[in-house]
């Protein structure tokens, strides 16, 4: 008898990634994080060419600023700019914005899903949502979606040849 017979029915995915960030105390780390996937919705497109966030120190974001004038701008917008993170990722996530000047990086470019791969089924992409039915934070089960149907798709394509 295997084990999983023994111990009942496998845990969904969305259980075990849950289960996995919480017993490693990483589950607010992992929201904070959430700030880079986010920040372009939340400044908007122009700001986000001239600032970046860099990295992130306990409840302190900082953010690379290009020119000495936009960082005048954000000092101005920081209390807005704060409310609206922590309004997309819970909480009092992010207490501060520390403004540093140099090089701005490009926003990274999005990435396209090739056009060779298969489209998924209906009843594909329902058993994905049935699995991360758990998960309640919107940006990490879109996330965890894509990568589920990514994966479907390069898996339907490497059988096709």
């Not at 758990?134 to 479907?152: E, K, T, V």
């Amino acid at each position: 008898m295997s084990k999983r017979e023994r111990g009942g029915p496998a845990a969904d995915i969305s259980t075990l990634v849950t289960t996995l960030l919480e017993k490693n105390g990483m589950q607010t780390q992992i929201q904070r994080y959430r700030a880079w996937l986010c920040w372009d919705d939340v400044v908007g497109p122009q700001i986000a060419q001239h600032a970046r966030p860099l990295r992130l120190r306990d409840e302190l974001l900082e953010v690379r600023v290009d020119q000495a004038a936009w960082m005048q701008q954000l000092q101005l917008l920081k209390p807005m700019i704060i409310k609206k993170l922590n309004e997309r990722l819970g909480a009092d996530t992010i207490r501060d914005l520390f403004l540093k000047r140099g090089p701005v990086p490009p926003p990274p470019a999005p990435k396209e899903t090739p056009r060779s791969l298969p489209p998924l089924t209906a009843s594909e992409l329902a058993r994905i949502d049935a699995e991360l039915a758990g998960i309640q934070d919107p940006d990490l089960r879109s996330q965890l979606a894509n990568l589920m149907a990514l994966d479907l798709q390069q898996k339907k394509n490497t059988s096709r040849q």
